[in-house]
């Protein structure tokens, strides 16, 4: 019965090294994070704007870090947006919705998933939007939905093009009809922008799917996107169930979709500012803003159809 000994005993050896792995809070307190070589010390990503220097990953980050990259630091307004009455379903699975609230602001320092923002880029105002992953995985209930109509309120009375960086998995299942009328009501504030003759440009980051793609999101005059974001509606396995066909690798990426035209253009986060920059000066003719090099160059390379009339 020796060899029965010894498995016990490895068995005890291999529990006490599962107990000694690091909690999800020691983790996230950590100087590293990993990615496709390994671990990463934080620091060093957050110095290349949370992008891997080896594999060009596009990692996720919260709306003030966005805005910080975007604006500049403490070069922006966050604004103070409406929020309704909290869980109004009593939902309750494995735990409350309410708890799932608590963790989520504790988690990100957030109200709700969504945050507005008002700045300038190339001295032009403009009002910026932008979803947290982090916050319930970016899902948009009647707080996130609240925001982005704040926002494009905000850009209607002052005036402004409105800018949002779209992301999450879409509506929030704990608000069922509540979350999902917000599909409506955004896709009806998004249309106001456009009767004022405002641009509205929409950049996706990853991953940005469901009820999200499906309403304001896809309406931007132009849509730039990160480099490997997901964008969808439904997942590829239940696309591949329903056609009966294989589908491509790179299925649902960024540069898939640009490829098939639902994108005008794949951008790395470092040159997304100037590229909106640009368009912003084009769309508004701000031509003190765009030399004529500039003009030629977004002609013949920047190949996308500024929609907005």
């Not at 983790?27 to 891997?52: D, H, M, R, Y």
């Not at 922008?193 to 509205?200: A, T, W």
């Not at 794949?266 to 912003?280: F, T």
Request: glycine share 8%; hydrophobic share 35%.
């Amino acid at each position: 019965m020796n060899w029965l000994k010894k498995t016990i005993v490895f068995g005890e050896k291999i529990k006490k090294i599962l107990k000694k792995r690091p909690s999800k809070e020691e983790i996230e307190s950590s100087e590293w994070t990993s990615c496709c070589k390994g671990p990463v010390l934080k620091k060093e990503l957050e110095e290349n704007l949370f992008v891997c220097s080896s594999c060009g990953k596009h990692h996720r980050i919260s709306c003030r870090q966005r805005f910080d990259i975007f604006f500049g630091k403490n070069r922006y307004e966050i604004l103070e947006t409406p929020l309704p009455i909290e869980d109004p379903l009593n939902w309750i699975d494995t735990k409350s919705y309410k708890d799932r609230l608590k963790e989520a602001r504790k988690k990100t320092g957030q109200n709700c998933g969504a945050m507005i923002a008002r700045g300038k880029i190339n001295d032009i105002d403009v009002t910026v939007g932008a979803i947290n992953f982090d916050f319930i995985g970016g899902s948009v209930g009647a707080a996130e939905g609240e925001a982005i109509i704040y926002g494009a309120q905000h850009a209607i009375d002052n005036q402004t093009p409105y800018i949002f960086f779209a992301c999450g998995g879409g509506q929030r299942m704990f608000e069922s009809p509540i979350a999902l009328a917000n599909m409506t009501r955004t896709t009806l504030a998004i249309n106001e922008i456009k009767k004022n003759n405002l641009p509205y440009i929409v950049c996706f980051v990853d991953p940005c799917a469901g009820g999200i793609s499906a309403s304001f999101a896809m309406l931007g005059d132009i849509h730039f996107a990160e480099p490997g974001s997901l964008i969808a509606f439904a997942g590829k396995r239940v696309i591949q169930a329903t056609v009966k066909e294989e589908l491509p690798q790179d299925f649902q990426t960024a540069e898939f979709v640009e490829k098939h035209g639902f994108v005008d253009k794949v951008v790395h986060r470092k040159d997304i500012k100037h590229q909106i920059g640009l368009i912003l000066s084009i769309l508004l003719k701000k031509n003190s803003e765009v030399n004529s090099e500039e003009n030629e160059t977004s002609e013949t390379n920047f190949e996308t159809t500024a929609k907005a009339s």
